[in-house]
């Protein structure tokens, strides 16, 4: 395969170029007739700054609340020793795979109770625990490969045991915080059920709803939601050119081990 | 997680306690007694109050959104109500025979069982092939990875309403183009027509998560033995004997895994229907999640419950079998 030709290379360019089509025709389409007046247009008038806003604000929480829930958990578990340890580790285990569909129902029962239907709090806190297993599978994994050494000497020294771990083996599992942090936007920017059933105030919708109440208002503008679509997706492009490998590497952890 | 080990290596070696680092190294070389001793020792502060106060957060969070609703949704599987009686009371299995016996829930597993058909082995196919023929350095082969790559972290929604403009039916450029160079005849109603609705979905799932597949073999591919390839290579095999016969065999965990995420995505497949098909034609596209969305919407909250726990049984087989792969790995 290494010998493989430039042949074979320039084939698969050429597919490459087929493949990408589809996003070179949204970005043509988004500047038709008015050309980058149609960006500023959804922005100022369809207040699709007011969207971006929800979404940041749901996602950045999310994945804040992930790191911090998930990377003391998984410290606990790797390290400290108490009673029920492996099987409630088990048990959140158990949830890594489990699809939203299976517990719909009872969620929006839960958002009722609790009133928190239109409420930021009312997606991050299911975005949070639909990613926590996964996280802490990962995240354990990284405390698990740093010597017990490393505690035992700061305990010993006189460290409490929180200081031990916020000063000495947190940052060291700064590698995989960024792949489980990315891992963890990418699902929360993206997620679409929950903030359709969820999120139907129009002043609490977050970016995944609005291009549908896009359609209706702008009737069949389609450049104009394809301006909306491509804002849309600009953070999640941009940082994917920022930290490319990063994101190859954090979607598919855990795949093969 | 290597470079997290190198990182704590080097700070194992760093100076933190001077002679009492020393100390705890040698104890740590010492014999099997003066290990355990040494155990005994740390209990106090191992088995404080540390380990279950920091596990709290997650117990709640798991417990309040995950465990409970898992169970809660079982047992309204078993609750029905009707447009006469909204109230939901008993009704046994009557949901579950409503999704084996009506038109709706049948053609929903059985065409998250299609969609899986007509995804996984293509995705894998052409994932191993980008894989291989982007192999090794330079920065061509690099920018291909990451275009080829993009669609994977693309939103589905924003996917979704990009394909369904290129695929509709009048104007759509896809038909557009079909009829310009004279294959008038080809030119479809994709996305409205009861045999083509499903099959086309699941060609953007294609599109989408290609890439996917491609970075896992891409990781397997970069620990597999350069000596064999040489040696298959020197045997005169030719490029495809190589791959078929060397290289795909020696990619089997990538296999596995791509199998089952493939079949596990599957089962959570909704964006892309939703958005290109609603389901429809005639529920010719349904799929579980979107015929749950619907039922839930419309009141039936005991039918939505049922299918959820179908999806939920089958997730759980799967999960199983990904974690046997795993072995003890969550044992230490």
């Known amino acids: 395969m290494r010998r493989s030709g430039s042949l074979g290379l320039v084939i698969v360019a050429a597919i490459t170029v087929l493949w990408m089509l589809p996003l070179y025709r949204i970005l043509s389409v988004s500047l038709e007739d008015g050309g980058l007046s149609n960006y500023t247009e959804v922005l100022a008038k369809e207040g699709l700054g007011r969207y971006i806003l929800n979404s940041a604000v749901v996602t950045s929480s999310t994945v804040l609340l992930v790191l911090a829930i998930a990377s003391v958990a998984a410290f606990a578990f790797s390290k400290l020793r108490f009673r029920g340890r492996k099987i409630v580790y088990a048990l959140i285990l158990s949830g890594m795979m489990i699809p939203v569909a299976a517990i719909l129902v009872p969620l929006t029962d839960i958002q009722r109770t609790l009133g928190w239907q239109n409420t930021y709090q009312g997606l991050i806190a299911p975005y949070a625990a639909l990613a926590l297993p996964f996280a802490l599978v990962l995240l354990r994994n990284s405390y698990d490969s740093l010597p017990d050494q490393l505690l035992e000497a700061a305990v010993v020294d006189g460290a409490g045991v929180w200081r031990a771990f916020y000063r000495i083996l947190l940052p060291l599992t700064a590698p995989t915080l960024v792949m489980v942090g990315i891992w963890t936007f990418l699902n929360s920017w993206n997620e679409f059920l929950l903030a359709l059933l969820f999120m139907t105030s129009t002043d609490m919708r977050t970016i995944t709803v609005v291009p549908a109440s896009f359609q209706l208002s702008f009737f069949v503008d389609v450049p104009k939601i394809f301006a909306a679509l491509v804002l849309i997706q600009l953070p999640v492009v941009v940082l994917y050119a920022a930290l490319q490998r990063k994101f190859q590497r954090g979607l598919t952890a855990g795949a093969i081990k | ?332």
Do not use: C
């Open chain 2, 1 to 332: 997680m290597s470079q997290a080990e190198q990182a704590a290596g080097r700070a194992a070696h760093e100076p933190t306690g001077g002679p009492q680092e020393r100390k705890t190294s040698r104890g740590r070389s010492g014999a099997g007694t003066g290990l355990r001793a040494r155990r005994a020792g740390e209990a106090s502060w191992r088995r404080g109050m540390w380990g279950p106060l920091l596990v709290a957060p997650a117990v709640v969070l798991f417990v309040g959104y995950i465990a409970w609703p898992v169970v809660s949704n079982l047992g309204t599987s078993f609750l029905g109500n009707s447009e006469a009686d909204p109230t939901l009371r008993f009704v046994g299995f009557d949901n579950f025979m409503w999704i084996g016996t009506t038109r709706p829930g049948q053609l929903a597993f059985r065409n998250v069982a299609l969609f899986a058909v007509m995804t996984i082995p293509v995705q894998m196919i052409l994932g191993l092939y980008f894989a291989v023929a982007l192999s090794g350095r330079g920065w061509v082969k690099g920018l291909l990875r990451t275009l080829l790559f993009l669609p994977v972290v693309l939103t589905p929604v924003v996917i979704g309403y990009l394909f369904a403009d290129l695929l509709e039916t009048s104007n759509g450029p896809v038909n557009e183009a079909l009829r310009a160079v004279g294959l008038d005849w080809l030119a479809q109603p994709w996305l409205a027509d009861p045999m083509l609705a499903l099959p086309v979905v699941a060609a953007v799932n294609v599109w989408m998560w290609t890439g996917f597949s491609m970075a896992i073999y891409q990781a397997a591919l970069t620990s597999l033995d350069d000596e064999v390839l040489e040696a298959a290579a020197l045997d005169g095999a030719s490029h495809w004997q190589t791959l078929w016969r060397v290289i795909a065999p020696m990619l089997r965990p990538a296999h596995y895994a791509l199998l089952i995420l493939g079949v596990i995505a599957t089962l959570k497949v909704f964006d892309l229907v939703y958005v290109l098909t609603g389901g429809g034609p005639d529920s010719a596209s349904e799929v579980p999640t979107s015929l749950l969305l619907k039922s839930l919407l419309a009141g039936h909250e005991g039918r939505a419950a049922a299918l959820g726990t179908v999806v939920f049984l089958l997730a759980m087989l799967l999960t199983i079998a990904q974690l046997r792969r795993y072995g003890k790995g969550d044992d230490q």
